[in-house]
C-alpha cells in the first residue's frame, strides 16, 4: 500500500484520502487550502491501483467505454483499517467522485470513521442510495456536494447524480445524522482539489465542534 503523510505527525484528527495519479498532482494545492483553515490535522493519501476496481463496492455495469467496475472495496477498506490502530486519534474518511462513494460505503462498514467527507461522490452508482437505506452509515458527520453543471452529462446512469445525492442528503437526515449538502459552480471536473480541500475543512470543524 503505497501512502503519503501532510500535516502535523502528532495531530489529534487523521484524514483519509483514497487518491489517484490526478489527485496526486494536485495535493499541494489540497494541503494548501486546509492549512489555511487549520494547521491542526494530518492527511493520509493512499494510492488506488485499480480505481473502478478498489473502490467500487459490487461489481456494476460501465458507464463510459468498456471498463466496468468491480468489487475491490472490502479488500481497499482493510488495509485503509490497519492505519487506523492508534484509537487515541480520531478519523476521518473522504475523496473525489469515486473516492467519495467509497468513503461513503467504507462508513457504514466500520465505526472507526467519526465523519465522511464526500466532494462530489459517484452517488449515481447502481442501487448506493437503495443499500445506504438498508444498511445505515456509522459515523456522526456527513459533508456531502456536487457541482451544479454534473447533472449535464449525455450518460443516462450519471445524469442522476443530482437526484441521488437529494436521496442520500433525504437519507442520512432521516438517520439522525449530521449532514450537509453544499452545491459548487460548475461540472465534475471544476476544481477538484479545492472541493475536496472544502469537505477536509467542513468535516474537521465538526469533529473539532465536538471536542
Not at 84 to 98: E, K, N, V
Not at 179 to 204: I, M, Q, S, Y
Request: proline share 5%.
Amino acid at each position: 500500500m503505497e501512502i503519503r503523510e501532510f500535516g502535523k505527525a502528532d495531530a489529534r484528527t487523521v484524514l483519509i484520502q483514497p487518491v489517484d495519479e490526478h489527485d496526486l498532482a494536485a495535493i499541494g494545492s489540497e494541503v494548501g487550502l486546509i492549512r489555511e483553515a487549520t494547521e491542526d490535522f494530518r492527511l493520509i493519501t493512499v494510492k488506488v491501483n485499480d480505481w473502478n476496481t478498489d473502490l467500487s463496492p459490487w461489481e456494476a455495469p460501465p458507464v463510459f467505454g468498456t471498463a466496468r467496475f468491480g468489487a475491490g472495496a472490502p479488500a481497499f477498506l482493510d488495509g485503509i483499517l490497519s492505519l487506523c490502530a492508534d484509537r487515541s486519534r480520531t478519523y476521518g474518511i473522504g475523496g473525489y467522485s469515486l473516492a467519495g462513494l467509497f468513503a461513503l460505503w467504507a462508513a457504514c462498514q466500520t465505526n472507526v470513521f467519526a465523519g465522511v467527507a464526500a466532494a462530489s461522490p459517484s452517488i449515481w452508482f447502481p442501487r448506493f442510495t437503495d443499500y445506504m437505506r438498508e444498511r445505515p452509515i456509522r459515523c456522526r458527520h456527513v459533508y456531502l456536494s456536487l457541482g451544479d453543471r454534473e447533472e449535464r452529462t449525455r450518460s443516462p446512469v450519471m445524469a442522476a447524480v443530482g437526484t441521488k445525492i437529494r436521496e442520500a442528503y433525504d437519507v442520512l437526515c432521516a438517520q439522525g445524522v449530521g449532514c450537509v449538502l453544499e452545491w459548487n459552480e460548475g461540472n465534475h471536473f471544476r476544481e477538484p482539489d479545492r472541493r475536496t480541500a472544502k469537505a477536509f475543512v467542513r468535516l474537521l470543524n465538526e469533529i473539532n465542534r465536538e471536542g
